[in-house]
């Protein structure tokens, strides 16, 4: 791409930020949209989120990207959070207004559009999550929000799995967030779920790892979800596949959370074709 002085610049701020494939996703979407954008990392140091965001809207960035650590932080800074994120209560996208920045959340609506474009349905499931950190309490708010009959919410330490079904339960209106502790999962009912792997098991370099081992809890899955990507192939969907189970990792929902900020950004929608070639080339990337 040709940069000029007409190029309008987005970015990333987190710490670190060094392996992201956000750049890739964003100026891939640049370049076959034709649109004079660049998208760079910027490593923020703790301490320095307040003045990044200042900084960035006086040097008239376009909008940013917000991941690890500092996606909650980030919510002081901003003129405006759109609900969804302030229910979550954590923001991974900026989009410049009159002022300053607007917050979303774009890695729910991301991990929809990933599984939905996948044929997985959360409307009317009974569903396993596993953990309670903060991608799992996303996922409770999404499986909540998109109306799944039931979530059992797995997790090591139960206090927190109690913590996070309470706050999505309250928050929604509903009552769908049973929260139990990880090694009660011999307790699940005997039928077949749909299971979102939420927790930090199994990420390179733990690869050898799955939350749960037994073999008796994978056949209770019939499709299971990683919210990991790196590595493409983890011991959870190993597991799941092995028992008779279908199996997705996380790229998808990373190239949809990229995309719909995109969209923000950009005001336009991304056509299915589009994001597919985009996901064709990052799996590319990733050698997968
Ligand atoms: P993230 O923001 O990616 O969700 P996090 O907030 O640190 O990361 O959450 C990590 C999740 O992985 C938690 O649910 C954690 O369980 P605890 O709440 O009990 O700590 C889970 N986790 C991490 N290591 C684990 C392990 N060895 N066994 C079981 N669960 C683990």
Not at 195 to 213: C, M
Not at 231 to 244: A, H, I, K
């Amino acid at each position: 791409m040709t940069i000029d002085g007409y190029t309008r610049t987005c970015g990333l701020i987190g710490n670190p930020v060094e392996h992201t494939l956000s750049p890739f996703i964003h100026n891939t979407l640049a370049e076959k949209l034709s649109h004079n954008l660049v998208y760079v990392p910027f490593h923020v140091e703790e301490g320095q989120v307040l003045p990044a965001i200042s900084g960035a809207y006086a040097l008239n960035l376009f909008g940013l990207n917000v991941t690890v650590p500092y996606k909650s932080q980030v919510m002081d800074g901003l003129i405006q959070i759109d609900e969804l994120a302030e229910k979550i209560g954590a923001v991974n996208t900026l989009v410049r207004m009159e002022g300053g920045f607007k917050g979303y959340n774009t890695d729910m609506p991301g991990l929809y559009r990933a599984m939905s474009s996948e044929g997985i349905q959360i409307e009317g499931q009974e569903i396993i999550l596993l953990g309670a950190g903060g991608a799992a309490r996303a996922v409770a708010f999404l499986c909540a929000s998109k109306n799944a009959s039931k979530v059992y919410l797995l997790n090591r330490s139960l206090e927190k799995a109690e913590a996070v079904a309470g706050e999505v339960n309250e928050k929604t209106g509903k009552e769908v967030i049973y929260p139990m502790a990880l090694s009660d999962y011999h307790r699940l009912p005997n039928q077949k779920f749909l299971a979102i792997q939420a927790t930090s098991v199994g990420l390179y370099p733990d690869v050898d790892n799955a939350v749960i081992e037994d073999e008796a809890f994978y056949r209770k899955i019939h499709t299971g979800y990683d919210l990991i990507y790196k590595p493409s192939d983890t011991r959870f969907m190993q597991l799941v596949r092995q028992q008779g189970g279908k199996a997705f990792h996380g790229l998808k929902m990373l190239l949809y959370q990229g995309i719909i900020a995109y969209e923000l950004w950009n005001d336009l929608s991304v056509p299915e074709e589009m994001a597919l070639e985009v996901y064709k080339v990052l799996k590319e990337k990733m050698g997968i």
